[in-house]
């Protein structure tokens, strides 16, 4: 046997020197460290394997890494042990010989007490020898190394060789180029002119990628078959499978790999039988593959290895430094996203989500410059506006209502210009159009999205990938079996206890035996788990979502409560200018507010999402992932909108009229002092304190008499940004940063002898290692789709939304892709041919989406008003006289005990009759302030209009997606070409072999007819066994 296929040492007790355990004589002292060893075969040994990206040998690859932790000495320094398995047989041997593994135990001396023993250790050590051999025996090769510059980390390489790849490739059904080249369809005539023109313009902002210049020809792909190779082009069987393509193999092998059969070996004593009795029970109760080998600490993280450093001097030249190059760096902000690239190092479901988030990106742009130009359209006839115009005017003098009870005076409408003029910009004729082209602009961008979708299915050779998914969607996760297990020996327990209390019958011995084999095997094949198991789980995530919906009404009433309250007692202060932007300060706080609030929730919102779908035991992973996300959005979507929701739909609705204001704590009061201060508190009012003048302090939550529409423009905007500047931007950049920090001053306090030699000399495994796993991508489409609905939700409100989102995801984009290049450890690639739930949920706020801005038209702005005054009321065919028909009168008479000002007189004048804005009869009346007709003409018209403007925007988003087909003709045509060119392929791969057989068969006539000719007998028939071929 070679020394150096395997290394390991012995424990302390046993120190007999054996030929394999060449390191227990190196350990005594009779030979040099391996260091020396490997110098004197190497200079670099480091250099040889690339650091870290090659096996010692320097020859073969690392597809992927295993890490664990272990504990060794820490008085002394482990010697370097690197143990390389190329022999499922020396594993197996080791296994029997219950070796610990290598780096376990350091150099003991014959004075030192035996360290105590952990036996979860001792047992996550046999699991890991048992899986690892195991994977041996699956064909993969695996090399392990303990001498890290991280303190009690070791880490497994592991390596696929050919056959392997092979076969794994053709049970996976991938799809590999053959030799097969063909020319795609070109555009002729004037589109190939427009098309060469665009390419020309476009030039610049192309990144400077090969995979990203376009194509002329392509190769036939077909799924990989051994008994097919010759159709593949295995000329470079290096870069034939490539480290994506050879990662996702291994991962599968390490899904379906199992650990069952670990052997634990305690001592005696009561509580190591209680701790043997546990781990056996647990390892009843699941086949560990890696999923459950991390999630049970057997195995710490696992991941594929990048290519290798994306930047520093002498960096040799890979895909990760071509990406952070042209893609993740913000000087090519600019330019497009190699796609292709980002497929071929993430794989196909990252590279549907860059792809998609492009396409948003892009069709940002028109929407964008239309809501530029309704902006500004709205700027530019700001002074044409007359409602605007008649408010501002100071000769109108109309005397308007006190906003709150008793403390509140009257004040002039003229007060108001600047929010009406405001409001003007965003509550114009323009903004219903604007809305009519979002819901356009979403089917269009939904229809362009699946357009471009299946130009990279084709590309991407995922175009039959439907049945491999169904396959992939029913295996089960360990969680899941973790749990039938665990029934199925509830169950048999039970069975078990039943059949003691029964009197014993002679049973046959063998089919005892027969009985007990097959226990095993039919433990788990008709058990699963039922709606009656789940149960528990449904009642506590209904409960759970309730509740913390529930929460979050409850803290957007506590906002509304500070804003009232706020408002009261900036309403008290002595200075004028506090008082006279108390509506600017109140609501620019109460958002800030609601900002922080929203963020934090969030965060929590997500975990406690995670929590709910885990306790419901998903079946699948794609199950898991669906149920994760529908709850996550459901939560985050009510977290986010319903600050929104309030002020656009309820903010305003119900506050009463001047003298019977609605509060909404009527026991409120407030005192004045000899100081001439004001407070308040929760204090019952008393009838019988006459010397105290008492008052409701409590505002009316109403909205800006210009409207609520400006209010819901800058809770909209001030959400969106913060949370796209805070939540997306910032939490992105400093919270992977800070977790680095962390965990580099973790590793620095565990080694911090080694850690210059740490800083100075690192393998790749063990860089990837400091950085941050790859968590999924559902918060990064989680955050874009919640923007999305920014865009479209209350697009009318604020026409400025799709720039803002555009300027924030030029910069997401860049961002994201430098978090995955420099952030994250390398993901496991992993197959898609679309984004999934993601496009039902783009589709369902799409949909909502004119229907909220039907609404916000309708009931939010001024336009339904102004339309039934123009029409029906006035007089000259102008608005003139339209904020007057809007103002109801009242008689400053009828105001109840308590609630007339305290200064009747603050404007300088007594006041008779005041105005406030509300459709009701005046005081002259029969039926004094009762709601009038012109209130029910304006809202027919509103739901009217919100019944019109759906069904249209409706019909017309239905239509768009009906004329836009959903695969462009040229890739049908080329789908089409592909399968002809397939059929011919194999029509000619049998053709051949038909004329090969022929050519035998008539070499051996040839060789049969001298004989024939020399013979009196005639020739055989076809059909006789003398007949070469013939039927015997």
């Known amino acids: 046997m070679r020394v150096n296929e395997k290394y390991s040492t012995l424990p302390a007790a046993d120190r007999s020197v054996h030929i394999i355990n060449i390191c227990a004589i190196e350990d005594i002292g009779y030979l040099p460290s391996e260091g020396t060893l490997l110098n004197s075969l190497s200079v670099d040994p480091d250099a040889e394997c690339k650091y870290g990206l090659y096996f010692r040998d320097g020859k073969r690859k690392v597809d ?49 007490p035996e360290p105590p023993l952990d036996y979860h250790e001792d047992d996550k050590r046999f699991r890991r020898e048992e899986y690892e051999g195991n994977l041996m025996e699956a064909g993969l090769e695996l090399e392990r190394d303990e001498d890290t510059k991280i303190h009690g980390v070791g880490f497994v390489k592991i390596h ?12 996976l059904k991938l799809k590999m180029p053959t030799k097969k080249l063909y020319h795609i369809n070109e555009t002729r005539g004037l589109l190939k002119k427009i098309n060469s023109v665009l390419q020309k313009m476009t030039d610049p902002i192309q990144p400077k990628v090969a995979e990203h210049r376009p194509q ?15 159709l593949f082009d295995l000329s470079d069987k290096d870069s034939f499978f490539d480290s ?172 108001a210009c600047a929010t009406a003029r405001a409001s003007h910009l965003f509550d114009n004729p323009a903004t219903v159009f604007f809305s009519i082209f979002m819901a356009l602009w979403a089917a269009t961008f939904m229809e362009h999205w699946k357009r471009k979708q299946m130009r990279l299915n084709y590309r991407w050779d995922l175009t039959g990938f439907e049945e491999e998914e169904e396959a992939v969607k029913d295996h089960p996760r360990a969680e899941y079996e973790a749990r039938v297990l665990e029934k199925s020996l509830r169950k048999e327990s039970k069975s078990k206890e039943k059949r003691r209390h029964l009197p014993e019958e002679p049973a046959n011995k063998w089919r005892q035996r027969v009985k007990t084999a097959m226990a095993g095997v039919k433990l788990t094949d008709k058990v699963k788990l039922t709606w009656k198991d789940r149960f528990p789980a449904y009642f506590t995530n209904l409960v759970s979502i309730i509740f913390m919906i529930a929460v979050t009404f409850a803290i957007v009433l506590g906002v509304i409560i500070y804003r009232i309250s706020t408002a009261a007692a900036l309403a008290m202060n002595s200075s004028p200018s506090v008082r006279s932007n108390i509506r600017v300060t109140v609501t620019a706080t109460a958002v800030i507010i609601n900002l922080v609030v929203i963020i934090l929730l969030d965060e929590v919102y997500g975990c406690i999402a995670r929590w709910l779908t885990k306790i419901e035991v998903p079946k699948t992973e794609k199950s898991f992932e669906e149920r994760l996300i529908f ?67 409590l505002f009316p939550n109403k909205c800006a008499p210009g409207g609520c529409l400006m209010e819901l423009c800058i809770q909209l905007s001030i959400i969106m940004l913060g949370k796209q500047l805070i939540q997306n931007n910032l939490f992105e950049i400093g919270i992977p940063k800070m977790k680095k920090f962390i965990r580099y001053l973790r590793l620095r306090h565990q080694s911090p002898s080694d850690h210059d030699e740490y800083v100075k000399k690192k393998q790749r495994y063990e ?105 029906m009321y006035s007089e000259n065919g102008t608005m003139h006289g339209f904020v007057n028909h809007t103002l109801s009168s009242f008689n400053v008479s009828d105001f109840q005990n308590g609630t007339a000002p305290n ?51 409706m019909f017309m988003s239905d239509f768009v997606d009906w004329v836009i087909p959903d695969i462009p003709k040229d890739i049908s045509q080329q789908m089409h070409k592909e399968k002809v060119l397939m059929v011919e392929l194999f029509m000619r791969e049998e053709q051949g072999k038909q004329q090969l057989l022929d050519t035998w068969m008539e070499k051996d006539r040839k060789k049969a007819e001298p004989f024939n000719n020399h013979s009196p007998t005639p020739p055989a028939p076809p059909d006789s066994p003398d007949f070469p071929g013939g039927t015997p």
């Open 64 to 112: 992927y890494v295993l890490v664990y932790h272990h504990k060794r000495a820490s008085g002394s320094r482990t010697l370097a042990r690197r143990v390389q398995h190329s022999d499922a047989g020396l594993a197996a041997r080791s296994a029997r010989q219950d070796q610990p593994l290598p780096g376990k135990a350091g150099p003991v001396g014959a004075g030192e």
């Open 160 to 171: 696929a060789p050919w056959n392997v790849l092979c076969r794994e490739a053709e049970f």
């Open 216 to 230: 002329t020809t392509k190769r036939l792909s077909y799924p990989f078959s051994r008994e097919k190779k010759h």
């Open 244 to 415: 994506k393509t050879r990662s996702t193999i291994v991962y599968e092998i390490l899904k379906r790999t199992t650990c069952t059969k670990a052997k634990y070996s305690m001592g005696q004593g009561e509580g190591r039988k209680k701790d043997s009795a546990l781990l056996s029970k647990r390892r009843k109760c699941g086949k560990y593959g890696i999923t459950s080998l991390l999630a049970n600490g057997v195995y710490s993280a696992a991941y594929p290895l990048h290519d290798g450093d994306y930047e520093g001097e002498n960096v040799e030249f890979n895909d990760r430094k071509l990406l952070y190059e042209e893609w993740a760096s913000y000087g090519v902000f600019y330019k497009y996203q190699p796609i292709d690239l980002v497929r071929k190092y993430f794989g196909e479901k990252i590279g549907l989500y860059f792809a998609w988030l492009g396409v948003y990106t892009q069709m940002l742009i028109p929407a964008s410059m239309v809501g530029i130009i309704v902006f500004l359209y709205g700027w530019a006839t700001v002074d044409e506006n007359i409602p605007s115009m008649e408010m501002c005017d100071q000769r109108h003098n109309i005397t308007m209502c006190p906003l709150c009870d008793k403390t509140c005076s009257y004040w002039k409408m003229s007060s």
């Open 631 to 697: 709850k996550a959005f459901l939560l985050k979507f009510v977290n986010s909108y319903t600050p929104i929701f309030y002020v656009a739909f309820f903010k305003g609705r119900f506050v009463g009229r001047p003298g019977d204001y609605v509060y909404i704590f009527r026991s409120f009061r407030m005192e004045e002092d000899t100081g001439n201060r004001s407070r308040v508190h929760p204090m019952p009012a008393r009838p019988h304190l006459n010397s105290v003048t008492s008052a409701k302090t």
């Open 767 to 871: 860089v990837d290692y400091t950085l941050e796993p790859f968590a999924g991508l559902t918060p990064e489409y989680m955050e874009m789709i919640i923007q999305f609905g920014f865009v479209t939700l209350f697009v009318a409100s604020f026409p400025l939304a799709p720039l803002f989102a555009l300027l924030n995801n030029i910069i997401e984009i860049r961002l994201d892709a430098k978090k995955f290049i420099t952030e994250l450890r390398r993901p496991v690639a992993v197959r898609a041919k679309d984004i999934g739930i993601w496009y039902d949920i783009l589709r369902g706020i799409g949909k909502l989406a004119v229907i909220i801005n039907a609404f916000v038209i309708s009931f939010t702005s001024d336009f339904i008003p102004r339309l039934v005054y123009l029409y």
């Open 903 to 953: 200064d009747p007189l603050d404007l300088g004048y007594e006041v008779q009759i005041c105005r406030y804005k509300d459709y009701r009869e005046p005081p002259w009346s029969e039926h004094k302030y009762d709601v009038s007709k012109d209130f029910w003409a304006v809202l027919a018209a509103r739901l009217a209009f919100v019944i019109v403007f759906q069904n249209l925007v």
